[in-house]
């Protein structure tokens, strides 16, 4: 079992940088792929990002390469998601989300997630 808690959102300009985190409970967090999925407003929730249980290798949506870095800290189960270079398309729920199958960007094979937490970039 794990729960996961998303924070770090607010408003931003665009071109300005946030960092949105996530704080996982259970013994077994490092076990997992975590990921980072965003809904607009009106549309899908979308991948993001995810980091395998090693920090080892990440996968990024191709929007973002280059402008987002997802990391994590097994030893105090946390996740983030560093955003730099932000546009106003960026602008969503963003959401943390926990899985153990390897098809990490669809959202189904999600079996944990966050509350999420708003992120809103101004032009």
């Known amino acids: 079992q794990v729960q996961l808690v998303d924070s770090g959102g607010g408003l931003v300009q665009a071109g300005g940088s946030l960092r949105v985190s996530c704080a996982a409970s259970g013994r077994t967090f490092s076990s997992y792929t975590m990921g980072w999925f965003r809904q607009a407003r009106g549309k899908e929730r979308e991948f993001v990002a995810a980091i395998r249980w090693s920090g080892g290798t990440a996968y990024y949506r191709d929007s973002v390469k280059g402008r987002f870095t997802i990391s994590r800290d097994n030893a105090k189960n946390m996740v983030y998601l560093q955003m730099n270079s932000l546009k106003p398309e960026d602008t969503a729920v963003y959401y943390c989300?926990?899985?153990?199958?390897?098809?990490?960007?669809?959202?189904?094979?999600?079996?944990?997630w966050g509350q999420g937490t708003q992120v809103t970039v101004s032009s």
């Open positions: 989300a926990a899985t153990t199958n390897p098809r990490f960007v669809d959202k189904r094979e999600y079996e944990y």
